[in-house]
């Protein structure tokens, strides 16, 4: 077996054995056997090009706090599974800026009191309805992390002026795009490990106050794996690592432009998109 993949079920079953470890931990299977957590879609609007809007809408107990998109070392980020819908082509995530979360355990990346998550459907015949039905598989985390998953369905249709709003809000609350705001790229640099790549990443971005900040390393690779990242700082320079490795073993190409950073603290969220490599 290669060493990634050893690696990373290694990594999965530390996961399993905690979770089967902690007292009253179980699979919940819907919101009503979950009562940290009460889960919903929503509909949005119709007046997309592509299909309709909506959103997950996640409702927490006091308390409790659910991940982002990405679950950080030993978070469990939703996952949908979007069989069984009607008209529906693909979706896409608008996902709202995250937290850093303090804990005991280390800092969470996520949402404490609820989660608006904005939805656009593509709908495979435009102009008509869709019906959307999914299983979901979210991390709940409160003195100790359950696993949630629950079935929604959901025929979109125009939303009340609330849920509308709740989606607006969501929409406006986005991670700051350092392109858009004249930030330069990060500077990347690779060296060769064993399987993949180690990854550094240079970026001019000055501190935004005191309190930590986390760094997220993503590629839209599912045959790769990025390791939660390292980083320090030299004034306004923020320099942090990650390793990619190839899950199956494979020599890959990295692809600088499908890169993607995102630093979060407690007062913002900046995301690079794209580096730049020497040479």
Known sequence: ?????????????????????????????????????????????QDSPTGPVGALKVTLAPGWKTYWRVGGQSGFPPVFDWAGSENLA???FDWPRPELIETEAGPIIGYANQLILP???????AGQPVTARATLDLGVCRDVCVPVSTELSLRLGEGSSAERFLIDLALADQPQDAAAAGMARADCTLHPVRDGIR???????????????????????????????????????????????????EAFAFDAEALRITIIDRHRAVEFNGCNLPG
């Open 1 to 45: 077996m290669k060493p990634a993949i050893r690696h990373m079920l290694r990594r999965v079953a530390r996961h399993a054995a905690l979770l089967l470890a902690l007292p009253g931990v179980a699979l919940a299977d819907g919101a009503s056997d979950a009562p940290m957590v009460d889960v919903a879609l929503i509909s949005g609007w």
């Open 90 to 92: 693909g979706v896409a």
């Open 119 to 125: 939805i656009r459907f593509l709908a495979k015949i």
């Open 199 to 249: 990854l550094t990443a240079s970026l001019n971005l000055p501190r935004s106050g005191s309190g930590g900040e986390e760094v997220v390393f993503e590629l839209p690779r599912p045959d790769l794996w990025l390791a939660p990242s390292a980083s320090r700082r030299d004034g306004d320079h923020l320099i942090a690592e990650t390793t990619v490795l190839s899950l199956d073993g």
